[in-house]
């Protein structure tokens, strides 16, 4: 198994690279410095999305609301700027939003024992409607003078480099900490690769599957504000989108294993890697977006059957696997 795991992240690693091999040589302007940069920077929120759907399929779950945690929390706190609140009290409601956003969802999920695609789907239905129908004034929340200097986090640049490539970065080396040398992260490993294991040696498997969904919802409000102060606004209908696509797009190309228990930031890199070079290139040749959204699905369908096979899972794991 651990062998199948390297093979598919070192054969995503090739095609990324020839990809972006073939894109240098053919399309003027693509290798460099400046389109590189571009490039890093629209994959940044996509890649720290794909940083908290990592966490969640590691511990063999699926989180579909991703999309309106990056919306609805950033959203509120401009709404709540704009409606005359301090910038810090704003802050602290949508986080407040998030966590018991995303301990509704962990709750549902381990104690209720509601399949997580389903849950996810539902609870992120709900949250976008809420956003909708109670909290904003426009489905395009806009930027206020109270959230002046805010927006360095997403326009800003540090030593040359745009901000949201260094909170990628940050997020990056944060969640490696947590999977790697953290006793949760190897508690998410161990719930992934086998629950009924996990909990017959002692590991606090439902306390640590509602974290998981909080800290993806965390994550995903990181997102949505890096986003957000990147165009001064947030449009919250993004939840529309084909984002969530995207980003799974990202986890399972990267390497992660859908079976649970696999997978790391480095398959998230890579992925989002693959997905930036695939995204700029098919930008510059000015492909239409019905044709991005084919050619994503293609791929999308492809990874999802090569992990099916180089990640299978047993008659054990068939049985706690349907996320």
Known sequence: ???????????VFVIFAALFAA?????????STQNMLTLLQNVAVLGILGLGMAIVVIGRGVDLSLIATLAVPPGLVLQMVQDGHSFSGSLAA???????????NG??????????????????????????ALLFNL?????????????RLGQGTAFGVPMPIIVFALACVGVAILLRQTRIGAYIYAIGDNPYGARATGVPTRPIVVLQYVL???????????????????????FNSTWIYDVILVVVLGGIGLSGGRGGVVNVVIGTLLIGTMLNGMTIMDMSYSAQNLVKGVV???AVIADS???????????????
């Open 1 to 11: 198994m651990k062998r199948g795991r390297i093979s598919q992240q070192g054969i």
């Open 139 to 151: 489905d395009v929340v806009q930027w206020s003078d109270g959230m002046a200097g805010f927006e």
């Open 23 to 31: 894109f240098a040589f053919l399309l003027p302007g693509f290798a």
């Open 309 to 323: 096979f180089l990640n299978p899972r047993n008659e054990e794991t068939a049985q706690q696997g349907d996320i």
């Open 300 to 302: 999308l369908l492809a």
């Open 107 to 132: 709750w549902l999920i381990a104690y209720a024992e509601v399949p997580a695609l389903f849950t996810t789907l539902a609870t992120g239905l709900f949250l976008a409607g809420v956003g909708q």
């Open 216 to 238: 993806a919802a965390l994550i995903g409000c990181l997102a949505g504000l890096v986003m957000a102060s990147s165009v001064n606004s947030m449009p919250t209908r993004i």
């Open 94 to 104: 949508a986080l407040l939003l998030t966590v018991a956003f995303g301990l509704i």
